[in-house]
């Protein structure tokens, strides 16, 4: 059984930074394609940003594109979400989960574990 534990978020202010990690435990992460997701209060999940096994492969939702990087690090079983120029429309809870196939990415239905989420508010 695979188990995701994300961390890193918190409060920062517009166009600030953050980095969030997702660390797996169980199984090796070299199996697994991984996708970020994130919530806001009312609002539906939505896909962020999803990178392939091997690295070989990302995906960004348009919203983040040019502003997130997602990398993993399989050899330390971690995957990160860096987060640039944020803005007060990034705040959400962010979960990282894990797949086995690279395919329809940005489809939540499609991934087999999740974690539990990280907070992550941007204001002044």
């Known amino acids: 059984q695979l188990q995701l534990v994300e961390s890193g978020g918190g409060l920062v202010q517009p166009g600030g930074s953050l980095t969030l990690s997702c660390a797996a435990s169980?199984?090796?992460?070299?199996?697994?394609?991984i996708g970020w997701f994130r919530q806001a209060p009312g609002k539906e999940r939505e896909f962020v940003a999803s990178i392939s096994r091997a690295s070989v492969v990302t995906n960004y939702a348009d919203s983040v594109k040019g502003r997130f990087t997602i990398s993993r690090d399989n050899a330390n079983s971690t995957v990160y979400l860096q987060m640039n120029s944020l803005k007060p429309e990034d705040t959400a809870v962010y979960y990282c989960?894990?797949?086995?196939?690279?395919?329809?990415?940005?489809?939540?239905?499609?991934?087999?574990?999740w974690g539990q989420g990280t907070q992550v508010t941007v204001s002044s």
């Open positions: 989960a894990a797949r086995g196939a690279y395919t329809n990415v940005v489809d939540s239905r499609g991934y087999n574990y």
């Open positions: 169980g199984r090796s992460l070299d199996y697994y394609a």
